[in-house]
């Protein structure tokens, strides 16, 4: 599959780039995109979620009334879960949501999150991004100029650049990251994948076998 090159002002430069057909042709396995985003999500989980049971609930244990004789049933602590301030029953205890997944399968994931933009035509290729200054308002006429404006965008650096992360961190819509950490979630939580042309050479190092 081949793409047009383009500058960081938007226009073309008169280039085109093969993309890997290994990495970028590939037959998306849809199986193994849910499994590598449901681990995602599930390893964002703080699991911190918590309810007292009836022994950690701090009251007194005296009994509420006579025990027999009052044509009801026997009420012998206010911490019971009958009652309001009661300790909760089954309630939610801490744990941790993390489970593993193969590496394989997770690589097979990517891949098919790629062809997917592929497909779909979702992916634009930029000959360089370099930023002197942290400065939002040209993070906002470069996405402007890629006609991408009104898109959820994803840009992949090739390294660690601080200005540019910067520049984009307070807008909404969009986010930078660098192609060893590209991962299947944020590529289809974006419309559209910006790749640096430098990048290329990382992703497909991570996913040619």
Do not use: C, W
Not at 71 to 82: F, H, Q, T, V, Y
Not at 121 to 126: F, Q, S, V, Y
Not at 178 to 190: E, G, P, Q
Request: glycine share 8%.
């Amino acid at each position: 599959m081949e793409l047009i090159v383009k500058q960081a002002s938007g226009k073309d430069t008169g280039r085109k780039i093969t993309l890997n057909n290994e990495i970028f042709g590939a037959e998306p396995n849809d199986h193994a995109i849910y499994l590598d985003v449901k681990q995602i999500l599930a390893n964002r989980r703080q699991g911190t979620h918590k309810s007292k049971q009836r022994n950690e609930i701090s009251g007194t244990t005296k009994k509420l009334k006579r025990q027999k004789g009052t044509g009801g049933a026997r009420a012998g602590s206010m911490k019971s879960p009958l009652f309001v301030g009661g300790g909760r029953v089954f309630g939610p205890e801490p744990r941790d949501y993390s489970f593993k997944l193969n590496k394989k399968v997770k690589r097979l994931a990517r891949i098919s999150a790629l062809s997917h933009k592929a497909k779909s035509n979702n992916i634009t290729i930029l000959e360089n991004l370099e930023m002197e200054t942290i400065k939002t308002s040209a993070y906002i006429k470069l996405i402007a100029g890629l006609d991408l404006k009104d898109k959820k965008t994803l840009v992949v650096l090739p390294e660690s650049n601080k200005n540019v992360y910067l520049s984009s961190r307070n807008l909404a819509g969009t986010k930078v990251v660098t192609a060893s950490d590209l991962n299947t979630y944020d590529i289809l939580n974006a419309q559209n994948l910006v790749l640096i042309e430098a990048a290329l050479p990382v992703i497909e190092k991570t996913l040619a076998k």
